[in-house]
């Protein structure tokens, strides 16, 4: 079945340094890829998501590729800061209908951020 | 718009004791879902429905029961609670299914904690 392997945590980072969070899936043909963030206390926001190989999703600074070649999708961000501390998640979601796979999204383990002032 | 809201927030049951979850969203979604994080575990799929009037099992449905109210509403039942059901669970929603090109984003709700003495 599909599955997402996540860096582990925690991660502590000083502001302005640069982040990456490793990501690497198993699952059949194409999944659709996707990081959310959990910030203390709230639920999951969709960060950014990429839906074919070699499509890169960006938002608020952060960046992923969809690397077919290596399945990975790893997060990074040039200059991070103490807003960015919060839970990221990595994601797919399969697109074989039979399998059942197309209709949830399978989830790593969460990495913990924290960025120091 | 609220997006996806769930009720209660916080809850305490004892062992054998029943309650609700409930979730509603507001943005016209024909799937919904619920999860359960646990600690180091990601989130795992309880239960979810693809569209109105259909439910089917996730990846850990033993302990539940949902109900589709209709479009909005999708309730997550515990019969008879049990200390390994204390987690943190989140409904979520989605335009569509995979295989229909930017609709399987999933919103999720803010969460319910949930412990089982």
Redesign the interface.
Known sequence: GDSVTQMEGPVTLSEEAFLTINCTYTATGYPSLFWYVQYPGEGLQLLLKATKADDKGSNKGFEATYRKETTSFHLEKGSVQVSDSAVYFCALRGLVISSGSARQLTFGSGTQLTVLP | NAG?TQTPKFQVLKTGQSMTLQCAQDMNHN?M?WYRQDP??????IY?S?SEGTT?K??VPNGYNVSRLNKREFSLRLESAAPSQTSVY?C?SSEG???S?GK????????TRLTVL
């Not at chain 2, 399987?104 to 969460?111: A, E, R, W």
């Open positions: 996806v799937s879902y180091g575990m990601g989130l795992r799929l979810y693809a089917d996730g990846e989140f979520a299914i995979s295989g090109t399987d984003t999933q919103y999720f709700g803010p969460g």
